[in-house]
């Protein structure tokens, strides 16, 4: 790991813009002499700080190299995630090794969105003064109280190409232990063992829980939370009108294939960021819908697609045989071939911020009835597709997201309505989404803010879209498939999607907090 040197200029993730020394200094703790990056520096240990100056002799005032050489340099100790002693070891020597001095640990701020640990190294041969300082540095990080200490991981070694578990140990685990964060490891043996497990374990030992896979194990593991807060609160789970916030956080680390929730969360889609976003105990909360049809609840998820999307998933389900690129792939390719509308009753519950509200209250030419909350409205006709969204659902194959205006926790979902026209002018909107161009300028795309949709299909059935023997064959042709955060969902009547604000809490940081934090740790 790339070491702290004297005159370099790194960034981290927490904080604002430069502060002065003093105003980064708070109350001193401790002061004294290390060697850092081959310079004895003074080093200077605050409450929220840790700063140094190299030592020089005196030279004539107004020399400007001095003035260089001098230059103060610091770190936040909330950007410090371990500290350990440093000793250097010989196969001769026995016992704990010759102590060389301190090495701190530290998370920092990368270009866009990406997180890295890096270690500073405070040189100084002296047991008893690395000890004294040693001691500090862990009681301030024992003052951090929102970082895990115990972490459930949960493990799906199928994800993707069966990468995930190579994912864990190579990458994840050293860092964790780094931390000195326990963890106790399950790695899933078949489809709903996450939900059976987190049904029945005991999670009272742990500070949250860690998803190492893809989408659908990130949204299994997410609903199960979910599930069991409601049991646990006394709410009866086959209609639950106003769920209750999960008890644990979660952490995703992205293994899968598209990794959607993972790169909504933190922006990009990078093993190292999601874990030090766990261990740092950066909370994220984020909205997330339920599903029910016809007063009977069906599950908790982040995002829906109905028509193309929903029929694109059931077709790659079939074909699992296949590298998920080249099912997705095929799927596309199949679903387009046989591009068919549905006819449709759409009905949605618009999004009035409290803003808007207060707006339109303040404006006595508008009568009140107009900023109701309870006036629906409807949509019906041939629809080829229908997105529900209540994150942005980035992804490498829609890098802007499938939904760019929505956020992780605005109180509001995206609902994307593709009207029945050509193919060719299908498959032009289709590809906008790969591009910088707005992927909704098409006059048969209508896009909504709302609160709540349900969508009805007045067919009778849906296409047998192919001759199946697998484990699909058994479905009922008057079920339509829903594509819900990846996960095959079959229903055959009209599904109800209500957005619950920030009901779960996620180990991430915002991108608009991250695009805000240049600075963190710099050369002053």
């Not at 030279?59 to 050489?69: E, M």
């Not at 194990?217 to 006394?234: C, V």
């Not at 293994?255 to 933190?266: C, F, K, P, Q």
């Not at 790969?434 to 007045?458: C, H, I, M, W």
Request: with cysteine; charged share 25%; glycine share 6%.
């Amino acid at each position: 790991m790339p070491r702290g040197r004297r005159g370099g200029r790194v960034s981290a993730l927490e904080g604002g813009p430069e502060e002065e020394p003093e105003a980064a200094a708070g109350q001193i703790l401790l002061r004294g002499i290390f060697e850092i990056g081959r310079s004895s520096c003074d080093v200077v240990l605050s409450e929220r700080a840790l700063r140094w100056r190299p030592i020089q002799p005196e030279r004539p005032a107004g020399d400007s190299k001095y003035d260089v050489l001098c230059k103060e340099e610091f770190i936040e100790l909330k950007d410090i995630f371990s500290v350990k002693l440093k000793r250097r070891y010989s196969v001769k020597q026995q016992g704990s090794g010759t102590l060389l001095g301190i090495t701190l640990f530290i998370c920092l701020k990368k270009e866009q969105n990406k997180l890295k640990d890096s270690t500073l190294d405070l040189i100084n041969l002296s047991e008893d003064h690395c000890d004294v300082w040693f001691k500090q540095f862990k009681k301030i990080l024992a003052g951090f109280s929102n970082r895990p200490k115990s972490l459930k991981i949960i493990l799906n070694p199928q994800s993707h190409k069966k990468e995930a578990t190579q994912v864990y140990y190579e990458k994840v685990e050293p860092l964790l232990r780094t931390a000195g964060i326990k963890t106790d490891v399950t790695i899933t043996e078949y489809e709903g063992h996450a939900l059976s497990l987190l049904k029945e374990c005991e999670l009272q030992e742990f500070d949250g829980v860690v998803c190492v896979g893809g989408d659908g194990s990130a949204s299994e593991i997410a609903h199960a939370l979910l599930l069991r807060a409601q049991k646990n609160a006394g709410k009866e789970t086959d209609r639950i009108l106003t769920p209750v916030r999960a008890e644990l956080p979660l952490g995703l680390i992205p293994a899968g294939s598209t990794n959607v929730l993972a790169h909504s969360l933190h922006g990009i889609p990078h093993v190292v960021t999601a874990t030090l976003h766990i261990i740092m105990g950066h909370i994220q909360p984020v909205d997330v819908c339920t599903f029910s049809t016809t007063g009977k609840f069906l599950r908790f998820g982040f995002s829906a697609m109905f028509g193309f999307g929903g029929r694109t998933l059931a077709l790659a389900e079939k074909h699992r045989w296949m590298s998920p690129n080249q099912r997705r792939d095929f799927a596309i390719i199949k679903a387009l071939a046989k591009l068919k509308p549905e006819d449709c009753e759409i009905s949605f519950l618009p999004f009035i911020s409290s803003q808007d509200l207060q707006e339109r209250e303040s404006n006595q030419s508008l009568p009140l009835p107009l900023v109701s909350n309870d006036q629906w409205q409807t949509i019906q006709g041939q629809i080829l597709n229908v997105s529900i969204m209540a994150i942005p659902c980035l992804c490498s194959v829609a890098p802007r997201g499938l939904a760019p205006n929505t956020r992780l926790n605005n109180g509001s979902m995206a609902l994307i309505i593709a009207r029945n026209t050509s193919r060719p002018e299908f498959i032009k909107h289709l590809k906008r989404y790969a591009s910088v161009k707005n992927q909704f300028n098409f006059p048969f795309v209508e896009t909504y803010t709302v609160e709540e949709v349900k969508v009805r299909p007045r067919t009778n059935s849906t296409p047998n879209l192919e001759e199946d023997a697998g484990r699909h064959a058994a479905a009922s042709e008057n079920n339509f498939p829903w594509n819900v955060d990846g996960d095959l969902v079959e229903v055959a009547s009209e599904v109800h999607v209500k957005l619950h604000p920030r009901l779960i809490n996620l180990y991430g940081g915002s991108m608009e907090e991250m695009n805000d934090s240049e600075v963190n740790c710099n050369c002053l």
